[in-house]
T-cell receptor
Framework: AQSVTQLDSHVSVSEGTPVLLRCNYSSSYSPSLFWYVQHPNKGLQLLLKYTSAATLVKGINGFEAEFKKSETSFHLTKPSAHMSDAAEYFCVVSDRAAGNKLTFGGGTRVLVKP | EAGVTQFPSHSVIEKGQTVTLRCDPISGHDNLYWYRRVMGKEIKFLLHFVKESKQDESGMPNNRFLAERTGGTYSTLKVQPAELEDSGVYFC??????????????FGEGSRLTVL
């Protein structure tokens, strides 16, 4: 069985400061890992994905995440927050052996202060 | 290219009524998934179609939920009769068939269901 834990349900940052969203996972297999973002009244949008290639993954809008197998972590970072980054972020693990069924973390809501 | 589309975007019904949600996947995506997020909880898997066949329906909460994908194109999710605890956002997603792609799912904007 696989699981995902997002360690912070809410994160508040000032515009221009770094963002760190923490995620730990548990998976029986070599996982595929994703970060999705949901802006208000929008669908889930893929930010980035890790699929056993480079451990440092760059995504859209300046986000990146590093896969650390020894720590079972996949934290999401951005050097400088923008007001448009205010949204809810989901860390997700995929079980390719089960038809790519996704297991979601509980989500982290990001507030960006001017 | 059109993304995954869901209808309605928001539905408000009374307990005991029936609601049908529809999802149109991206053209050529054999895999279609339904997920649900109830208030304050994680987004949870409901079921997975490969073309018109149910590959995995282990997440369906009970027999009040019926999903279909006749012809392997669009899918419907019917809730009958609806209960208060069914309120939430129902997401549909689709992905490329087989080993094509990296398992990325493309999500619709969701259908918000409110049961009063």
């Amino acid at each position: 069985a696989q699981s995902v834990t997002q360690l912070d349900s809410h994160v508040s940052v000032s515009e221009g400061t770094p963002v760190l969203l923490r995620c730990n996972y548990s998976s029986s297999y070599s996982p595929s890992l994703f970060w999705y973002v949901q802006h208000p009244n929008k669908g889930l949008q893929l930010l980035l994905k890790y699929t056993s290639a480079a451990t440092l993954v760059k995504g859209i809008n300046g986000f990146e995440a590093e896969f650390k197998k020894s720590e079972t972590s996949f934290h999401l970072t951005k050097p400088s927050a923008h007001m448009s980054d205010a949204a809810e972020y989901f860390c997700v693990v995929s079980d390719r052996a089960a038809g790519n069924k996704l297991t979601f973390g509980g989500g982290t809501r990001v507030l960006v202060k001017p | 290219e059109a993304g995954v589309t869901q209808f309605p975007s928001h539905s408000v019904i009374e307990k005991g009524q029936t609601v049908t949600l529809r999802c149109d996947p991206i053209s050529g995506h054999d895999n279609l998934y339904w997920y649900r997020r109830v208030m304050g909880k994680e987004i949870k898997f409901l079921l997975h179609f490969v073309k018109e066949s149910k590959q995995d329906e282990s997440g369906m909460p009970n027999n009040r939920f019926l999903a279909e994908r006749t012809g392997g194109t669009y899918s419907t999710l019917k809730v009958q009769p609806a209960e208060l605890e069914d309120s939430g956002v129902y997401f549909c997603a689709s992905s490329l068939p087989g080993n094509r792609g990296t398992g990325e799912l493309f999500f619709g904007e969701g259908s918000r269901l409110t049961v009063l």
